[in-house]
């Protein structure tokens, strides 16, 4: 299989440490290479680099997860953490120049039920 290509992101999140992905992500990763038709195909996916691909819900940008979890979640989900690189490719790529939600949180049926009462 081929590796996918794209460019590395860094990982902003809580300076408290405050981790609300539910074991996303952005939990266990600093930086993740971040795919999609208008990113530049210039570093391969590896297992300290996992993928995350643009998202739109509604005019909002966002990213999320190349690989959803196998199963019944719900998700993704905004988990807290954003993504952001000082390339300058990234605003041209993502169409914005500030940082982008990551929606790294997934939860299974019973927990978003429980959570969301």
Known sequence: MDKRKG???????????????????SSRHTRLLLIGPTVPAIFEESDDLPVVELGKAGN???????DIP???????????????????????????????????RFETQEQYDALSS
């Open 60 to 66: 909002r940008v966002h990213v999320r997860p190349a």
């Open 70 to 104: 196998a199963g019944d979640v719900v998700g993704p989900m905004f988990g807290g953490a954003f993504v952001y690189s000082s390339d300058s490719r990234f605003a041209e790529a993502t169409g914005s120049n500030r940082p982008l939600h990551l929606h790294d």
């Open 7 to 25: 460019m590395i992101v860094q990982v902003y999140k809580d300076a408290s440490g405050t981790d609300c992905s539910n074991g996303g992500l």
